[in-house]
């Protein structure tokens, strides 16, 4: 009976791996029941034999860390302009004004309109993928940069200015602190749109990478490779968001307390 109440108390943390069981069930109940043909639509069982095997030959490894390293490498890129260029504007309001309709007609462009020409300009390898992750994530991160270094209120700085603080110093004590929840939120939705870029340019042109092995299966009509490749993109991006959400739970309740 004492397992009933801990259930209850921690029922979020079953309920998600319940309904991907029940998906799971389903998915091959469908498949088995209807008589799906695989190249279709796979069946989880024959979706995780194609995984075993990638992990054997270690092409899992090989393709994904490929991916891995594009959108991590746009990814830091965009992390150190946003910050830089966000602790500017927010200091120079008029300055944001003019620059940023820039900033929103490239977000608002579909990626895979111009992702072909970035692929163009900057040649078929791992650059022009960086450079479309950066794109991708860039402004999300750049404007919850500027939102929390505007929350830091004029008299925080005046009394730092007060005991001589340098510039550096209000920066590190001061604005960063203050600024960390926001931009941790930023830095969450950024880190997993990064990898849907880097996926993005190896889905236009790639011969390495998770988003080659979508399009390898789709012309081999090996829609398990399809679905192998998707589906540690999607174990990749739940297990970066939860670190992510992990590390800003300490950070501010290191601050709060």
Do not use: C
Not at 36 to 48: H, I, K
Not at 212 to 233: E, P, Q
Request: aromatic residues 12%; charged residues 10%.
């Amino acid at each position: 009976m004492r397992l009933l109440p801990f259930v209850r108390r921690r029922f979020q943390y079953f309920l998600a791996p319940l309904l991907v069981l029940v998906s799971l069930l389903a998915w091959q109940l469908t498949v088995r029941v209807g008589h799906v043909p695989p190249y279709l639509l796979p069946s989880p069982a024959r979706v995780w034999a194609k995984t075993l095997a990638a992990l054997n030959d270690n092409s899992l490894w090989y393709h994904t860390g490929y991916t891995i390293f594009e959108a991590s490498l746009g990814f830091s890129i965009a992390f150190v302009f946003a910050l830089a260029a966000g602790h500017f504007l927010a200091h120079y309001p008029l300055l944001e004004d003019l620059i940023s309709p820039y900033f929103v007609v490239a977000q608002a462009t579909p990626m895979l309109a111009i992702a072909p020409m970035l692929i163009v300009w900057f040649g078929f390898g791992p650059t022009s993928k960086v450079i479309i992750a950066f794109v991708l994530v860039v402004l999300p991160m750049l404007i919850s940069a500027i939102v929390g270094f505007r929350a830091v209120s004029a008299d925080q700085r005046e009394l730092m200015r007060s005991f001589s603080a340098t510039r550096w110093q209000l920066f590190r004590h001061l604005e960063i602190p203050a600024a960390l929840p926001i931009l941790l939120g930023g830095i969450k939705v950024g880190a997993v749109h990064a990898m849907s870029g880097a996926l993005v340019g190896e889905y236009i042109s790639a011969g390495r990478g998770l988003g080659y092995w979508i399009i390898l299966g789709k012309s081999r009509h090996d829609t398990a490779l399809v679905f192998t490749a998707l589906g540690t993109m999607v174990l990749i991006n739940v297990g970066l968001y939860a670190l992510l959400t992990a590390i800003e739970r300490v950070l501010t309740a290191g601050r709060s307390g």
